[in-house]
């Protein structure tokens, strides 16, 4: 079997490649799938880490991930509506044209 | 065991890169789905059955398709020509560096090395008993969030019926109004 930070550094790369998507994409949607990408790897972690901790019978990573998953289904149904909202005001999900608010 | 590791973890990262660098939105959809489905084959091969079918479940069957219903909804799919500009380099930049960061921690740790101990095995049956004694609590508060966040949804995608807004859309009441509840009867679909 791997070590446990083959695993971590997969992790690490999977929330990089999130991150980039999520800040240099200029549409709401590519924008919410990145932020989904970062959420998977930080799940990845604390399943990880629950299958090498010396107690995994403690089941406390996995009862995590599971509410964590339930919240991120909560977060993406919440966020494409906002994103079809703003589509409905603007006529568009290009990020850099919604700016009202800018000073 | 570990040529499946790095089959899995090659097959996720690039497809999770084509996800976020593809010009098509239905192809970056997609190539999303592909990249659940690889971390979904991570949880099962770290002995977390349960999870995995669960991500399968809910990001695979749900969010990804949430997805593509957004990217038709709001005809977004052809993205204009990416530019090579200063705030497209900063974002790599920083990406670079949380992941260098990261990677320097890691290596530096001392439970990293740490080897895989025994099978746990854990039963969904035991899960059911925590979820049922021990996590009582955080499962209500969950239901009652997903619940106001169904609700909260299909409240903000619907059509506002008064027209009090001045985006000039609801000019005309009545199409308006059948098209708030054809839409707020797609979102409820979706999400359940």
């Known amino acids: 079997m791997v070590p446990l930070y083959y695993y971590l550094i997969f992790s690490a790369l999977l929330f990089s490649v999130g991150l980039a998507g999520a800040l240099t994409r200029r549409n709401a949607i590519l924008v919410l799938i990145g932020i989904e990408l970062m959420l998977n790897a930080a799940n990845l972690n604390f399943i990880a880490f629950w299958r090498y901790s010396p107690d995994p019978e403690a089941l406390t990573g996995m009862m995590f991930v599971i509410f964590s998953i339930a919240v991120a289904a909560a977060e993406a149904a919440v966020g494409l509506a906002l994103i079809i909202a703003i589509y409905r005001h603007y006529r568009t999900v290009d990020l850099t044209k919604v700016d009202s608010l800018k000073g | ?192």
């Open chain 2, 1 to 192: 065991m570990g040529i499946t590791f790095a089959i899995i973890a090659a097959l996720t990262l690039v497809s999770a890169i084509a996800a976020m660098s593809l010009r098509n939105l239905v192809h970056c959809a997609l190539s999303l789905a592909v990249t659940f489905a690889g971390i979904a084959a991570m949880y099962l091969q770290l002995d977390a059955q349960f999870v995995g079918f669960a991500q399968i479940l809910v990001y695979i069957g749900a969010v990804a398709i949430l997805i593509v219903f957004a990217i038709l909804l709001t005809r977004s799919s052809e993205t204009p020509q990416p530019v090579i500009s200063r705030s497209w380099i900063m974002g790599i930049v920083i990406a670079l560096a949380v992941f260098g960061v990261l990677t320097k921690v890691i290596l530096s740790s001392s439970i990293a090395q740490r080897e895989l101990p025994a099978k746990p095995a854990p039963t969904v049956r035991q899960i059911g008993d925590q979820l049922m004694t021990r996590y009582v609590l955080p499962l209500e508060a969950i239901g009652l969030l997903l619940t106001a966040a169904t609700i909260g949804a299909v409240i903000i995608a619907m059509h506002d019926k008064k027209g009090r807004g001045d985006g000039g859309q609801n000019v005309n009441s009545t199409p308006s109004r059948a098209e708030a509840h054809q839409h707020a009867d797609e979102t409820h679909n979706l999400i359940t």
